[in-house]
């Protein structure tokens, strides 16, 4: 027994290459996979963040209609196809869309609003302006401090009054 026979060495390199390409075949994929997913990762951040905007953009859409003084039928077109493409929740070109319709829709409605004449809220002289409770503003937001006694200084000076010292 000089050697390894003819058919044992034929099995031994059989093994051998199928190992060999085995691992030539997770070096690959390895490889693949390595430069597909930060490809992968930014697609989908992209696509998340192009449907914030869009939902953004809706949103302050819908604020200047319900901001609008009159009603303009093209921008509620443009809106409701807006909701429609967000609902259907496509890719990155439907969020786009969607985007662009909304957009065209807040800028009719803001067109509509600056076109409208403001009502001027003017004050009377016989009636200042008053705050949300009823008061006076005074300047500064503050009360002058001579204008009121501290609590017990109060009570003390009722005492002295109703004793007549």
């Known amino acids: 027994m000089d050697g390894p026979s003819e058919s044992e060495e034929a099995y031994r390199m059989g093994w051998s290459w199928l190992i ?20 992968l990762r930014d697609r989908r951040r992209a696509r998340r963040i192009a449907w914030s905007t869009a939902r953004a953009a809706i949103s302050s859409a819908t604020i200047s209609r319900d901001a609008a003084a009159v009603p303009v039928p093209e921008a509620d077109r443009l809106l409701a196809r807006a909701e ?3 609902a259907d929740r496509g890719g990155d070109a439907a969020a786009h869309s969607a985007i662009e319709h909304a957009r065209q829709a807040d800028q009719l409605w803001r067109l509509a609003t ?23 503003p005074t300047p500064g937001g503050r009360e002058p ?7 017990g200084d109060r009570e003390a000076s009722g005492d002295r009054e109703a004793s007549g010292g």
């Open 20 to 39: 060999w390409a085995g691992g030539g075949v997770v070096l690959l994929a390895a490889g693949f996979g390595s430069a597909l997913a930060p490809r």
């Open 114 to 136: 600056d076109e409208q004449p403001t009502p001027v809220r003017r004050q009377q002289p016989d009636q200042p302006w008053r705050d949300a409770t009823g008061n006076q």
């Open 84 to 86: 429609l493409i967000a």
């Open 145 to 151: 401090a001579g204008d009121r006694e501290p609590a």
